[in-house]
């Protein structure tokens, strides 16, 4: 059995890494680094773990890391990771970072908006962690770029309508959602309850970092550059992620055309609901999962396709997506330690 470890275990995505792994029957949970919470116990950051789990969390070294795992998953804001990761896989170690670090393959994009980027030559050989797309690439990699929040909801019901020509790629919108928890576990003004607490606003409106990230995977689906308007927006709820996507259908685009698409591109995909036209998402019924629930309707006065999908963003949106990869690269089913039943209410 392979041994698992979580560098930044106490954030929210380290979390929920560790409840997601702890319960993991294909590995071994056998090291949390915290660099705040270093001697503690993760029940005693995280009580809800009290007599289920009691690894206490250790500072970040990368022998002792090394020695106590074989899979890493790296839950840590960006620029951190590549600082250390190249040393990771000179181990042999398989990595799997839900920062930005390794996602985008330009690193004059990277630049742009994030760093310097220190890792430069591992960009080629790491693998965007999209499990229903790049399956096959994923299997063969030590390094998984996982894929943002904003991102997973935008890209999955997207990508096969523009790899199949149903949609035009010019004009696309991409309206989402987020809970509070997707701005991380970190103190901020705008994130205090105060602030959030009967609001909803948008934010870093054409502007957000996971912008170059989605036109990247769109313009790989389309065989062409692509260029999004990209608008999201924080909701106060703790967790659970909406997209709602405006695009034109392409001449001879039916209702009935694009369930086919949706159908039969991910049949047997396991997380990847679709619904009937008209039937809408609601992030109450993927909550605590890694489901992606994905509707549409067809707005025919106007030609345009409106997509809908719905994730928990700590789950099929980080941690969910991040252990669905580990189980690719480890050659398990993919859905091994994700198939907790859905809450219904």
């Not at 040393?87 to 985008?104: E, W």
Request: charged share 20%; proline share 6%.
């Amino acid at each position: 059995m392979k041994k698992a470890g979580v560098v930044g275990a106490t954030g929210y995505a380290g979390a929920e890494l560790v409840r997601l792994l702890s319960a993991h029957p294909g590995v071994k949970l056998n090291m949390l680094t915290s660099r705040q919470y270093a001697g503690s116990s993760i029940a005693e950051v995280y009580p809800a773990f009290k007599g289920v789990l009691d690894l206490v969390c250790q500072p970040f070294e990368l022998d002792r890391l090394c020695e106590a795992a074989d899979v890493i998953f790296i839950a840590l804001p960006h620029k951190l990771p590549m600082g250390f990761v190249p040393q990771l896989i000179k181990q042999g170690k398989k990595v799997i970072d839900l920062s930005a670090d390794f996602r985008l393959k330009d690193a004059a994009v990277y630049e742009a908006h994030y760093e310097p980027h220190t890792a430069k030559d591992l960009l080629p050989e790491a693998v965007y962690g999209l499990a229903e797309i790049y399956q096959t690439e994923i299997e063969k990699t030590h390094l998984v770029g996982n894929p943002g929040c904003y991102p997973t909801s935008a890209l999955l019901p997207l990508m096969p309508l523009l790899k199949a020509g149903l949609v035009d790629s010019k004009h696309i919108i991409i309206d989402a959602k987020s809970g509070v928890s997707g701005a991380g576990r970190s103190l901020a003004l705008t994130t205090h309850f105060c602030q959030v607490n009967d609001s909803f606003k948008a934010y870093k409106i054409a502007a957000h970092r996971h912008t170059p990230e989605i036109e990247q995977e769109l313009g790989n689906a389309a065989g062409q550059p692509v260029q999004i308007s990209f608008v999201p927006h924080l909701v106060p709820m703790t967790r659970g992620m909406l997209t709602t996507i405006y695009c034109d259908l392409r001449e001879g685009t039916s209702a009935a055309k694009v369930k086919e698409c949706f159908e039969s591109y991910y049949k047997g995909r396991y997380f990847v609901r679709i619904g009937s036209e008209g039937q809408s998402p609601d992030t109450l019924n993927v909550k605590g999962t890694n489901f992606c629930d994905i509707g549409f309707k067809i707005d025919t006065r106007v030609n345009r396709l409106i997509l809908i999908a719905a994730i928990d963003n700590l789950v099929k949106g980080a941690a969910g997506q991040a252990v669905q990869n580990m189980n690719i690269m480890l050659g398990l089913n993919e859905t091994k330690g994700l198939t907790q039943t859905p809450f219904p209410v």
